[in-house]
């Protein structure tokens, strides 16, 4: 008996000094991660193997106080190493413990009816409190590995919980004032542990249902006005956004997230999804304007990390890795955003900043500096696609020299591995048998040469800008040899391929190949034409047409064309028809570089109308 | 043939080298090397000064070591993590005083930068820190951002790219070390990189590169890693592009082991047009450029070849590849200049090459030995070209290659080799001495295991090819004694062993003696509860013999007769000079094992004889005395009532004239003879070692006890009787004694003792030998009954009608034998 007291109070010192120094050390600021990795795994493995000491002999009701108090602590430190498989082990096995004690067996090892069987067994003793933490260890636990209907199971006890907490929390730091060295210490105030609980699980329990389709509004509301770190609560709001955002109530949900962000302003994701409803609501100047705010905010160094030290030993981020909360809090890496926002300037007619944007983007990625190239998804596109976008870009900003550059290097490191020809089956019996993967090198070759071919075009219009027909003849000419390379197996499948489907890869594909057969036919019928080789031009322009029936300017200088042959009805007919339908805005769908740029020499309409208008008394 | 002769220059020694850790030689900043021997230890050695300059004790055992480009920081990675020292720490602030001896530097886990299990290799490129770590079910390639400002700062996760294991059973060999090499299109330099590319860094020709990597790699400039994985896979990952994964180049289906490029033609200006991998069985595979196929990316040619292996590491230059398989240390030239580069004849001799890759890749040794790590060659500008190698015996050592020159200088050669200094030449003849002293030991061993395996072939013949009636040549005698230690008596056996063979048994031989009671029960696996003795020996000649001494009983342990059986055994661990412990097969079938010949020990070898007439007189000591009346009065008080003990007595009765003839005594009285004999006479193979036999007068009386401590009286008188109505004189052998197990125990023994004098005699006349073996057999029987009684205990209400019964059947028929 000597032997168990003496043994008992030198366990007590031992968890002391461990747990104040763990709280000593976790006080200071320490910088590097590293060492706070290593310090944590020491701290675990000190509690770990004090604990073991006292499991080593017969639980004991004099001795439980101490074992509940170390193995509290000791799976503190487990969670906090996210190491939640060890601790939910110790936490089953001391609540076997502790129904050897009271003589209870469940006879199962299912931790619910073994948490109930030992809480009944303590009720009103001094261990309540203990084992109420320990639950809330487990609360945590099953939190952090989304076993949320085990929590929704135990709502009852937590609400129990959350009552008492309080009351016996107070009670138990006055007792702890009273004989402070015969209590075992905890590392973490349990009350602090429910506060996060309960608002970890709040939002949680909300992305879930979100996702889910339930309405979750009111849950949310109401935690947003739990005490928590800022952090948290603003998480809270940017789900009560999505869930407006789902209810198509756009102008509310925006609310929230701007909410959101002014409770934490590292809240990227509330700026993200703004941006996403701004694209939803066709606001085009708003959508640019969040987008270069979230780039530079991405930027900063202290965002990409979810730096959330509201509790330092245990951050709230190990309890909020549900699938479903993760996929609504991800933003895209800098570079993807840097690329959307080039896109959406170049598309919406702010050209020069869409051209400093490609510019910076093509920057970021060759420069040795390799932070945020990695990110675990990318939504880039390939880099020759990027080069062609940006030179497209350069080419609408009146930067033809620049656009031959960045083509000269996509052509330089492409050419060399085009394949002698591409043959392509049937689009529609390649479905039926569903087998992507076959074609899969093929498919690489018919990319790479597409590729090619744009880079050609570009260069092409480049030329006709700078009015070097002779050139521009010849890059057009490169681009249809190339295209001309790709072949049908099948020969019933009509060549005339509209882009209605465009989820698949190989439609856009080969809607990128028809458009760009159209436009360089159409690009090389223009130059002729500007050479006075109009018999040329009219079969190009021709074929162009055929390839590409959409195209506007095509058939404008198709007419032109016909009316310098002394063709006149037949170019009024032709002009006729394009009033109708103006050249197209460019649209994200397809590549800028295979749409219409209204680059190259362009007629003036009025001219049109006026010779139509000569025509017209003859 | 051998083209001239390479110098080796001892700079250091290291001491052994360790198991734990990885062995490397790796240039460091200007002239430095650093060298991991296997163990904590990273030595920093200028090869300038030939000192060691400095000394790093890692926390742990170090697998990679790596400087960065600026050449200011130097990367150590541990089984636990990564850990970052600057360099201008290892160099000494306060001057080089003479003397000072190395700097010394305790590294601790403050330099840790980055935290990873089971970093296999390093690697940094630019500004990132690779490590290529083994998890338990992939590989993972992590890239971390070294930090400029502080060294001590940890270094930022950039990404982490894993590789599944092929089979987690196959890849058990996890202390291979991985290969990280990064390769870059060589049109491109790298700003921040030093003027000649460092360790590890290939620029490749922007053809091959494309051809390799694809054109998004080759339009980035992107520098792209390399592993090579001991599963065989070479991996590649383009760094700079963004959602680029590990993917597989090739898999050379054995350990990669090193992986480098080379320069194919003159005119790639110091591009390589060639990627080359070696595998640790000697294959090797080529990776050239050729034209473009009819599908793009196709174009690039894989050649497959091979080397003598096996391949312990590797290094090379531009166009010749040095490795070393532990014995040797071998070069390959990849273009041979004569007969014209590989790259630029065309296809047909490729087609050649392939289908015969001997030919392709035929090395040159250089007679270096043991070589089990190797720094990047470094050429003169007289064209030396100079290798630093670490031995297996953790020598560092400089090895010096003559300047090679075209087919025309082979004439010259000679001449050349005048000029080189006698020093070179010595440690060169030092060189090949060693390797020659080293295959000198191996041969040696190797004979003296073979001659060791014919003298154990013929023992083996010798033995186990005569049937069970033939004396062995080799085999064992008994003899036994009662002996006292600690107050205790114990029955000691004697065991010679004799060689009368014409061979020696060598060293290795062990003699296995296994004492099995031959009536005790079996036990719950059916085993008999058999002890085994094994005495190794150390050579037993011709003629020679050996004693060994083993009890058999202790006194009061009634479980006779005794069976000892002996053997010999040989081990072949003992051949390969490994631990028994270690072995890889059983025991069983790894030794040779020969019977020999079987013992028996009975009752009358364990009888102890005293004084026939009253005990008191023979006081020999006072213990002796003490026990004497001490069981004296247990016996009385046991009886109760009864004054003395209850007796039993069995009886054998031999005819005398048999008895005569086959003791081959003179008439007389052959019944004290018998007695004698009976005592005296080795049965079974073991001898009795005792003083002498009182007898007296006609009747001879022999006392003793039994070992159950039951005193046993044994009497011989000559009896006349009248058998089938013949006058007959008899030897009656009456045994008498308190304990039915000690006279059914000591008749069994008197019947089976003359049971083999009979049969010794039975050549010369008719002899009733098939009662004699009926008899045994009863005798066998009941000597088994009263065991099994004894054991079971008294306490059972069967066991006095069993004993009386077999009392009776003692008593019924006293044998006759004429």
């Given at each position: 008996?000597?032997?168990?007291?003496?043994?008992?109070?030198?366990?007590?010192?031992?968890?002391?000094?461990?747990?104040?120094?763990?709280?000593?050390?976790?006080?200071?600021?320490?910088?590097?991660?590293?060492?706070?990795?290593?310090?944590?795994?020491?701290?675990?493995?000190?509690?770990?193997?004090?604990?073991?000491?006292?499991?080593?002999?017969?639980?004991?009701?004099?001795?439980?106080q101490?074992?509940?108090?170390?193995?509290?602590?000791?799976?503190?430190?487990?969670t906090?190493?996210?190491q939640?498989?060890e601790?939910?082990?110790?936490?089953?096995q001391?609540?076997?413990?502790?129904?050897?004690?009271?003589?209870?067996?469940?006879?199962?090892?299912?931790?619910?009816?073994?948490?109930?069987?030992?809480?009944k067994?303590?009720?009103?003793?001094?261990?309540?409190?203990?084992?109420?933490?320990?639950?809330?260890?487990?609360?945590?636990?099953?939190?952090?590995?989304?076993?949320?209907?085990a929590?929704?199971d135990?709502?009852?006890?937590?609400?129990?919980?959350?009552?008492q907490?309080?009351?016996?929390?107070?009670?138990?730091?006055?007792?702890t004032?009273?004989?402070?060295?015969?209590?075992?210490?905890?590392?973490?105030?349990?009350?602090?542990?429910?506060?996060?609980?309960?608002?970890?699980?709040?939002?949680v329990?909300?992305?879930?249902?979100?996702?889910e389709?339930?309405?979750?509004?009111?849950?949310?509301?109401?935690?947003?006005?739990?005490?928590?770190?800022?952090?948290?609560?603003?998480?809270?709001?940017?789900?009560?956004?999505?869930?407006?955002?789902h209810?198509?109530?756009?102008?509310?949900?925006?609310?929230?997230?701007?909410?959101?962000?002014e409770?934490?302003?590292?809240c990227?994701?509330?700026l993200?999804?703004?941006?996403?409803?701004?694209?939803?609501?066709?606001?085009?100047?708003a959508?640019?304007?969040?987008?270069?705010?979230?780039?530079?905010?991405?930027?900063?160094?202290?965002?990409?990390?979810?730096?959330?030290?509201?509790?330092?030993?245990?951050?709230?981020?190990?309890?909020?890795?549900?699938?479903?909360?993760?996929?609504?809090?991800?933003?895209?890496?800098?570079?993807?955003?840097?690329?959307?926002?080039?896109?959406?300037?170049?598309?919406?007619?702010?050209?020069?900043e869409?051209?400093?944007?490609?510019?910076?983007?093509?920057?970021?990625?060759?420069?040795?500096?390799?932070?945020?190239?990695?990110?675990?998804?990318?939504?880039?596109?390939?880099?020759?696609?990027?080069?062609?976008?940006?030179?497209?870009?350069?080419?609408?900003?009146?930067?033809?020299?620049?656009?031959?550059a960045?083509?000269?290097?996509?052509?330089?490191?492409?050419?060399?591995?085009?394949?002698?020809?591409v043959?392509?089956?049937?689009?529609?019996?390649r479905?039926?048998?569903?087998?992507?993967?076959?074609?899969?090198?093929?498919?690489?070759?018919?990319?790479?040469?597409?590729?090619?071919?744009?880079?050609?075009?570009?260069?092409?219009?480049?030329?006709?800008?700078?009015?070097?027909?002779?050139?521009?003849?010849?890059?057009?000419?490169?681009?249809?040899?190339?295209?001309?390379k790709?072949?049908?197996?099948?020969?019933?499948?009509?060549?005339?391929?509209?882009?209605?489907?465009?989820?698949?890869?190989?439609?856009?594909?080969l809607?990128?190949?028809?458009?760009?057969?159209?436009?360089?036919?159409?690009?090389?019928?223009?130059?002729?034409?500007?050479?006075?080789?109009?018999?040329?031009?009219?079969?190009?322009?021709?074929?162009?047409?055929?390839?590409?029936?959409?195209?506007?300017?095509?058939?404008r200088?198709?007419?032109?064309?016909?009316w310098r042959?002394?063709?006149?009805?037949?170019?009024a007919?032709?002009?006729?028809?394009?009033?109708?339908?103006?050249?197209?805005?460019?649209s994200?769908a397809?590549?800028?570089?295979?749409?219409?740029?209204?680059?190259?020499p362009?007629?003036?309409?009025?001219?049109?109308?006026?010779?139509?208008?000569?025509?017209?008394?003859? | 043939?051998?083209e001239?002769r390479?110098?080796?220059?001892?700079w250091?020694?290291?001491?052994?080298?360790?198991?734990?850790?990885s062995?490397?030689?790796?240039?460091?900043t200007?002239?430095?090397?650093?060298?991991?021997?296997?163990?904590?230890?990273?030595?920093?050695?200028?090869?300038?000064?030939?000192?060691?300059?400095?000394?790093?004790?890692?926390?742990?055992?170090?697998?990679?070591?790596?400087v960065?480009?600026?050449e200011?920081?130097?990367?150590?990675?541990?089984?636990?993590?990564?850990?970052?020292?600057?360099v201008?720490l290892?160099?000494?602030?306060?001057?080089?005083?003479?003397?000072?001896?190395?700097?010394e530097?305790?590294?601790?886990?403050?330099?840790?930068?980055?935290?990873?299990?089971?970093?296999?290799?390093?690697?940094?490129?630019?500004?990132?820190?690779?490590?290529?770590?083994?998890?338990?079910?992939?590989?993972?390639?992590?890239?971390?951002?070294?930090?400029r400002?502080?060294?001590s700062?940890?270094?930022?996760?950039?990404?982490?790219?894993?590789?599944?294991?092929?089979?987690?059973?196959?890849?058990?060999?996890?202390?291979?070390r991985?290969?990280l090499?990064?390769?870059?299109?060589?049109?491109?330099?790298?700003?921040?990189?030093?003027?000649?590319?460092?360790?590890?860094?290939?620029?490749?020709?922007?053809l091959?590169?494309?051809?390799?990597?694809?054109?998004?790699?080759?339009?980035?400039?992107?520098?792209?890693?390399?592993c090579?994985?001991?599963?065989?896979?070479?991996?590649?990952?383009?760094?700079?592009?963004?959602?680029?994964?590990?993917?597989?180049?090739?898999?050379?289906?054995?350990?990669?082991?090193?992986?480098?490029?080379?320069?194919?033609?003159?005119?790639?200006?110091?591009?390589?047009?060639?990627?080359?991998?070696?595998?640790?069985?000697?294959?090797?595979?080529l990776?050239?450029?050729?034209?473009?196929?009819?599908?793009?990316?196709?174009?690039?040619?894989?050649?497959?070849?091979?080397?003598?292996?096996?391949?312990?590491?590797?290094?090379?230059?531009?166009?010749?590849?040095?490795?070393?398989?532990?014995?040797?240390?071998?070069?390959v030239?990849?273009?041979?200049?004569?007969?014209?580069?590989?790259?630029?004849?065309?296809?047909?001799?490729?087609?050649?090459?392939?289908?015969?890759?001997?030919?392709?890749?035929?090395?040159?040794?250089?007679?270096?030995?043991?070589?089990?790590?190797?720094?990047?060659?470094?050429?003169?500008?007289?064209?030396?070209?100079?290798?630093?190698?670490?031995?297996?015996?953790?020598?560092?050592?400089?090895?010096?290659?003559?300047?090679?020159?075209?087919?025309?200088?082979?004439?010259?050669?000679?001449?050349?080799?005048?000029?080189?200094?006698?020093?070179?030449?010595?440690?060169?003849?030092?060189?090949?001495?060693?390797?020659?002293?080293?295959?000198?030991t191996?041969?040696?061993?190797?004979?003296?295991?073979?001659?060791?395996?014919?003298?154990?072939?013929n023992?083996?013949?010798?033995?186990?090819?005569?049937?069970?009636?033939?004396?062995?040549?080799?085999?064992?005698?008994?003899?036994v004694?009662?002996?006292?230690l600690?107050?205790?008596?114990?029955?000691?056996?004697?065991?010679?062993?004799?060689?009368?063979?014409?061979?020696?048994?060598?060293?290795g031989?062990?003699?296995?003696?296994?004492?099995?009671?031959?009536?005790?029960?079996?036990?719950?696996?059916?085993?008999?509860?058999s002890?085994?003795?094994?005495?190794?020996?150390?050579?037993?000649?011709?003629?020679?013999?050996?004693?060994v001494?083993?009890?058999?009983?202790?006194?009061?342990?009634?479980?006779?007769?005794?069976?000892?059986t002996?053997?010999?055994?040989f081990?072949?661990?003992?051949?390969?000079?490994?631990?028994?412990?270690?072995?890889?097969?059983?025991?069983?079938?790894?030794?040779?094992?020969?019977?020999?010949?079987?013992?028996?020990?009975?009752w009358?070898?364990?009888?102890?004889?005293?004084?026939?007439?009253?005990?008191?007189?023979?006081s020999?000591?006072?213990?002796?005395?003490?026990?004497?009346?001490?069981?004296?009065?247990?016996?009385?008080?046991?009886?109760?009532?009864?004054?003395?003990?209850?007796?039993?007595?069995?009886?054998?009765?031999?005819?005398?004239?048999?008895?005569?003839?086959?003791?081959?005594?003179a008439?007389?009285?052959?019944?004290?003879?018998l007695?004698?004999?009976?005592?005296?006479?080795?049965?079974?193979?073991?001898k009795?070692?005792?003083?002498?036999?009182?007898?007296?007068?006609?009747?001879?009386?022999?006392?003793?006890?039994?070992?159950?401590?039951?005193?046993?009286?044994?009497?011989?008188?000559?009896?006349?009787?009248?058998?089938?109505?013949?006058?007959?004189?008899?030897?009656?052998?009456?045994?008498?004694?308190?304990?039915?197990?000690?006279?059914?125990?000591?008749?069994h023994?008197?019947?089976?003792?003359?049971?083999?004098?009979?049969?010794?005699?039975?050549?010369?006349?008719?002899?009733?030998?098939?009662?004699?073996?009926?008899?045994?057999?009863?005798?066998?029987?009941?000597?088994?009954?009263?065991?099994?009684?004894?054991?079971?205990?008294?306490?059972?209400?069967?066991?006095?009608?069993?004993?009386?019964?077999?009392?009776q059947?003692?008593?019924?028929?006293?044998?006759?034998?004429?």
């Amino acid at each position: 008996m000597i032997q168990s007291t003496s043994l008992l109070e030198s366990w007590t010192q031992e968890n002391n000094q461990l747990a104040s120094g763990c709280k000593l050390q976790d006080g200071q600021n320490e910088p590097n991660r590293e060492h706070n990795l290593f310090r944590q795994r020491r701290w675990s493995s000190d509690f770990h193997r004090l604990l073991r000491k006292i499991q080593g002999i017969p639980p004991h009701l004099d001795r439980a106080q101490l074992e509940l108090s170390v193995v509290y602590n000791t799976c503190v430190c487990f969670t906090a190493q996210s190491q939640f498989d060890e601790a939910e082990l110790l936490l089953t096995q001391t609540a076997q413990r502790l129904l050897q004690i009271a003589g209870d067996d469940p006879g199962t090892s299912d931790p619910s009816v073994l948490w109930r069987t030992a809480l009944k067994s303590v009720t009103g003793t001094a261990l309540h409190r203990r084992v109420l933490s320990l639950l809330c260890l487990q609360w945590g636990v099953w939190l952090a590995k989304s076993r949320l209907t085990a929590v929704q199971d135990f709502q009852e006890e937590v609400s129990l919980l959350e009552a008492q907490s309080g009351a016996v929390w107070n009670d138990c730091r006055a007792e702890t004032k009273e004989k402070i060295s015969n209590i075992p210490i905890l590392v973490l105030d349990p009350r602090r542990l429910v506060d996060l609980l309960k608002i970890c699980t709040a939002i949680v329990q909300g992305a879930e249902r979100l996702t889910e389709g339930w309405s979750v509004l009111s849950a949310l509301q109401a935690a947003s006005a739990s005490p928590a770190p800022r952090a948290l609560i603003a998480y809270t709001h940017l789900l009560s956004g999505s869930c407006l955002a789902h209810m198509n109530r756009p102008q509310m949900a925006l609310q929230c997230y701007r909410k959101a962000l002014e409770t934490d302003p590292r809240c990227v994701c509330a700026l993200y999804q703004s941006a996403l409803i701004y694209s939803r609501l066709e606001n085009s100047q708003a959508e640019i304007q969040a987008l270069r705010i979230l780039h530079s905010m991405l930027l900063l160094p202290s965002t990409t990390e979810p730096a959330m030290a509201a509790d330092r030993l245990l951050s709230p981020s190990l309890f909020l890795c549900s699938q479903s909360l993760s996929s609504l809090l991800s933003v895209p890496s800098a570079l993807s955003v840097l690329h959307s926002l080039a896109l959406k300037c170049v598309i919406h007619s702010r050209v020069s900043e869409g051209v400093e944007c490609y510019l910076d983007l093509l920057a970021a990625l060759q420069s040795e500096d390799q932070h945020g190239v990695h990110a675990a998804v990318s939504t880039l596109p390939k880099l020759p696609r990027l080069y062609l976008e940006a030179g497209a870009a350069l080419l609408m900003a009146r930067r033809p020299a620049d656009c031959m550059a960045l083509c000269d290097e996509v052509i330089g490191s492409t050419l060399d591995l085009l394949p002698e020809k591409v043959l392509l089956e049937d689009p529609v019996a390649r479905r039926v048998a569903g087998s992507g993967e076959v074609t899969e090198e093929a498919e690489n070759g018919l990319v790479r040469l597409l590729w090619t071919a744009a880079a050609y075009l570009l260069q092409g219009h480049c030329y006709s800008q700078l009015k070097d027909w002779k050139q521009a003849v010849t890059h057009y000419t490169r681009c249809i040899n190339l295209l001309v390379k790709v072949h049908y197996k099948d020969t019933g499948f009509s060549l005339q391929m509209p882009c209605a489907d465009k989820d698949a890869e190989q439609g856009v594909d080969l809607c990128v190949l028809q458009r760009l057969k159209g436009l360089s036919l159409a690009g090389r019928g223009i130059s002729f034409a500007q050479i006075d080789r109009l018999r040329e031009a009219l079969r190009d322009l021709q074929l162009s047409r055929q390839a590409h029936p959409e195209g506007v300017s095509a058939r404008r200088w198709y007419g032109e064309v016909l009316w310098r042959l002394d063709r006149k009805q037949e170019a009024a007919a032709c002009w006729e028809q394009t009033w109708s339908n103006p050249i197209p805005s460019l649209s994200e769908a397809l590549p800028v570089y295979a749409q219409e740029l209204q680059s190259g020499p362009l007629l003036d309409s009025a001219e049109l109308r006026q010779k139509l208008q000569e025509l017209g008394p003859t | 043939m051998m083209e001239g002769r390479c110098a080796a220059e001892s700079w250091a020694e290291f001491g052994l080298l360790g198991k734990s850790g990885s062995s490397l030689v790796k240039c460091g900043t200007g002239t430095d090397v650093f060298i991991c021997t296997g163990g904590e230890e990273v030595y920093v050695f200028t090869a300038q000064e030939k000192t060691l300059r400095a000394v790093l004790q890692m926390p742990a055992a170090v697998r990679d070591v790596v400087v960065s480009h600026d050449e200011q920081l130097l990367f150590v990675a541990c089984w636990s993590g990564v850990y970052c020292v600057n360099v201008q720490l290892l160099v000494p602030s306060f001057s080089h005083d003479a003397g000072s001896g190395p700097t010394e530097l305790k590294i601790s886990t403050e330099c840790l930068v980055a935290v990873a299990d089971r970093v296999s290799s390093l690697l940094v490129v630019g500004s990132v820190l690779l490590t290529l770590c083994r998890t338990d079910a992939s590989w993972s390639l992590t890239l971390y951002q070294i930090q400029r400002t502080s060294q001590s700062d940890p270094c930022d996760l950039l990404a982490s790219f894993s590789l599944p294991l092929v089979s987690p059973k196959v890849q058990s060999d996890t202390e291979s070390r991985c290969v990280l090499v990064c390769v870059y299109p060589g049109d491109l330099m790298p700003a921040s990189s030093p003027p000649h590319p460092p360790r590890s860094h290939y620029p490749l020709q922007p053809l091959l590169f494309r051809r390799l990597f694809g054109a998004e790699a080759a339009l980035s400039k992107s520098p792209v890693v390399l592993c090579g994985l001991p599963d065989g896979r070479l991996s590649f990952l383009p760094l700079r592009i963004p959602g680029s994964r590990l993917r597989i180049l090739h898999s050379l289906e054995q350990s990669v082991v090193f992986v480098g490029a080379s320069a194919v033609m003159e005119t790639d200006a110091g591009c390589a047009g060639c990627l080359i991998a070696l595998g640790k069985q000697g294959r090797a595979v080529l990776i050239r450029a050729g034209r473009a196929g009819l599908e793009g990316g196709g174009g690039t040619r894989f050649t497959l070849g091979c080397v003598p292996g096996p391949v312990e590491c590797a290094c090379m230059d531009q166009s010749r590849v040095y490795y070393s398989t532990g014995s040797d240390l071998l070069m390959v030239d990849l273009w041979d200049g004569s007969s014209g580069t590989a790259g630029r004849q065309g296809d047909k001799e490729d087609e050649a090459s392939r289908s015969n890759p001997a030919a392709f890749l035929t090395p040159i040794s250089l007679n270096v030995s043991g070589v089990v790590a190797l720094h990047q060659p470094a050429r003169s500008s007289a064209g030396e070209v100079q290798l630093l190698s670490l031995s297996v015996r953790g020598r560092l050592q400089s090895i010096r290659l003559p300047v090679r020159t075209q087919e025309d200088s082979l004439s010259k050669g000679p001449s050349s080799q005048v000029g080189r200094s006698v020093g070179d030449i010595l440690s060169a003849i030092g060189d090949i001495c060693e390797r020659a002293s080293v295959l000198k030991t191996i041969i040696r061993s190797k004979n003296q295991i073979l001659k060791q395996l014919n003298q154990v072939v013929n023992i083996s013949f010798l033995l186990s090819n005569r049937s069970e009636s033939d004396l062995k040549p080799v085999r064992c005698r008994g003899s036994v004694r009662w002996s006292r230690l600690l107050q205790r008596d114990s029955l000691n056996l004697t065991c010679v062993l004799e060689n009368l063979s014409p061979f020696v048994l060598e060293r290795g031989w062990t003699l296995s003696v296994t004492v099995l009671p031959l009536s005790c029960p079996l036990e719950a696996g059916g085993e008999a509860s058999s002890v085994n003795y094994s005495f190794p020996f150390s050579g037993l000649g011709p003629g020679e013999s050996v004693e060994v001494s083993l009890p058999v009983a202790a006194a009061g342990d009634a479980s006779f007769p005794v069976t000892v059986t002996c053997s010999l055994l040989f081990s072949l661990w003992r051949f390969l000079g490994q631990e028994e412990a270690t072995a890889p097969l059983d025991l069983q079938s790894a030794c040779f094992s020969l019977p020999l010949n079987t013992l028996t020990v009975d009752w009358l070898h364990a009888l102890r004889l005293s004084d026939p007439p009253a005990p008191a007189r023979s006081s020999s000591s006072p213990a002796d005395l003490l026990q004497g009346f001490i069981s004296s009065r247990q016996l009385r008080c046991r009886g109760g009532q009864a004054s003395r003990p209850e007796e039993y007595s069995a009886r054998v009765r031999v005819s005398s004239e048999l008895l005569r003839d086959a003791l081959g005594l003179a008439p007389g009285s052959p019944r004290v003879s018998l007695l004698e004999w009976l005592l005296s006479e080795g049965c079974g193979g073991v001898k009795m070692e005792r003083k002498g036999i009182k007898t007296d007068g006609s009747s001879s009386v022999i006392c003793g006890s039994a070992p159950d401590n039951a005193t046993v009286k044994l009497t011989a008188e000559e009896v006349n009787v009248e058998e089938k109505t013949k006058p007959l004189v008899i030897v009656e052998v009456q045994v008498k004694s308190s304990s039915v197990a000690a006279v059914c125990g000591l008749h069994h023994a008197v019947l089976r003792r003359i049971q083999t004098l009979l049969q010794k005699a039975g050549s010369s006349r008719m002899v009733p030998t098939t009662d004699l073996r009926l008899a045994l057999q009863q005798a066998e029987e009941q000597r088994g009954q009263v065991w099994e009684a004894s054991s079971v205990g008294v306490s059972s209400g069967q066991t006095p009608p069993l004993l009386l019964r077999v009392y009776q059947q003692l008593r019924d028929g006293p044998l006759l034998i004429l």
